[in-house]
């Protein structure tokens, strides 16, 4: 069982920066790909962007490339989510999850094992 818990959100003015950490119980936390997505109300949880377990190799949906980035510190057993340059269209809950090496589908939330409780990004006009 792994435990995720996610810090870091709050209300930024358009164009500010916010980081969001997730820290991550589980000792084996190396084995695991990592993810961030995001859920406005009355909406489906959407993809925003993955990390591999190395570290090596991120992907992120179009509608934040260049803006957010997401590293991992594997020592730390942390997942980081810098989002910079925010817009009102980034407001929603934001969940880190935990998907096992080779699942594949990294867009997908059925791919995902584990997640956090979540936490609200509100980006004001």
């Known amino acids: 069982q792994v435990q995720l818990v996610e810090s870091g959100g709050g209300l930024v003015q358009a164009g500010g920066s916010l980081r969001l950490s997730c820290a991550a119980s589980?000792?084996?936390?190396?084995?695991?790909?990592m993810g961030w997505f995001r859920q406005a109300p009355g909406k489906e949880r959407d993809f925003v962007a993955t990390?591999?377990?190395?570290?090596?190799?991120?992907v992120y949906a179009d509608s934040v490339k260049g803006r957010f980035t997401i590293s991992r510190d594997n020592a730390k057993n942390t997942v980081a989510l810098q989002m910079n340059s925010l817009k009102p269209e980034d407001t929603a809950a934001y969940y880190c999850?935990?998907?096992?090496?080779?699942?594949?589908?990294?867009?997908?939330?059925?791919?995902?094992?584990?997640w956090g409780q979540g936490t609200q990004v509100t980006v004001s006009s």
């Open positions: 589980e000792r084996t936390f190396s084995n695991y790909d």
């Open positions: 990390i591999t377990w190395t570290g090596g190799n991120t």
């Open positions: 999850a935990a998907r096992l090496l080779g699942s594949g589908r990294y867009k997908d939330p059925g791919a995902y094992s584990y």
